[in-house]
T-cell receptor
Framework: EPEVTQTPSHQVTQMGQEVILRCVPISNHLYFYWYRQILGQKVEFLVSFYNNEISEKSEIFDDQFSVERPDGSNFTLKIRSTKLEDSAMYFC??????????????FGPGTRLTVL | AQKVTQAQTEISVVEKEDVTLDCVYETRDTTYYLFWYKQPPSGELVFLIRRNSFDEQNEISGRYSWNFQKSTSSFNFTITASQVVDSAVYFCALSEVSGGGADGLTFGKGTHLIIQP
């Protein structure tokens, strides 16, 4: 069964460094998303992406964050200058976008980001 | 603004008991979608169900059932004859419909379900 994949599974970085988290959405899906989950807390929406542009973003998604679909398969989240509070599990998700499966989002296994 | 409340932080039951996880939501929209996700100890988020606001029929899938009541803004999840493998954190989520199809989900804080053998 097709699934969303994410790399790396765990990323450790120093405060102030740039990180890029990578995702490969399910191949026929058209909508892509990033969420984060700080340890022990709820999952929070960051951004959605469709047709090569941001569709919706939350207040969390400030100028430090950017997303890109550099080729036909990858979907990336970049954090320009990491802060301690960026430490979290980052989930990528995708949805096919048909009316019968509207917004049915399938999540990847997550990347645990640790900022030291 | 939309909001999802899962008042039960943690529930512990003995295997084979039935258990209901509560979810109450708030939204100003008349068209919206409700979801349940399971997060086992391994950490991934597993999609369980999606419901649109116009479909109030209860749904049953094996040991799982969902009760959607617009009158009380609730979308509760029941596991019948619980098993140890059901132990996980369960999240209820809501998305409003912007028309663009890429709507972010608003999650509740989750209910940690512990099934004891």
């Amino acid at each position: 069964e097709p699934e969303v994949t994410q790399t790396p599974s765990h990323q450790v970085t120093q405060m102030g460094q740039e990180v890029i988290l990578r995702c490969v959405p399910i191949s026929n899906h058209l909508y892509f998303y990033w969420y984060r989950q700080i340890l022990g807390q709820k999952v929070e929406f960051l951004v959605s992406f469709y047709n090569n542009e941001i569709s919706e973003k939350s207040e969390i998604f400030d100028d430090q964050f950017s997303v890109e679909r550099p080729d036909g398969s990858n979907f990336t989240l970049k954090i320009r200058s990491t802060k301690l509070e960026d430490s979290a599990m980052y989930f990528c998700a995708s949805s096919v976008g048909t009316s019968s499966s509207y917004n049915e989002q399938f999540f990847g296994p997550g990347t645990r980001l640790t900022v030291l | 603004a939309q909001k999802v409340t899962q008042a039960q932080t943690e529930i512990s039951v003995v295997e084979k008991e039935d258990v209901t996880l509560d979810c109450v939501y708030e939204t100003r929209d008349t068209t919206y979608y409700l979801f349940w996700y399971k997060q086992p100890p391994s950490g991934e988020l597993v999609f369980l169900i999606r419901r649109n606001s116009f479909d109030e029929q209860n749904e049953i899938s094996g040991r799982y059932s969902w009760n959607f009541q617009k009158s009380t803004s609730s979308f509760n999840f029941t596991i019948t004859a619980s098993q140890v493998v059901d132990s996980a954190v369960y999240f209820c989520a809501l998305s409003e419909v912007s028309g663009g199809g890429a709507d972010g989900l608003t999650f509740g804080k989750g209910t940690h379900l512990i099934i004891q053998p």
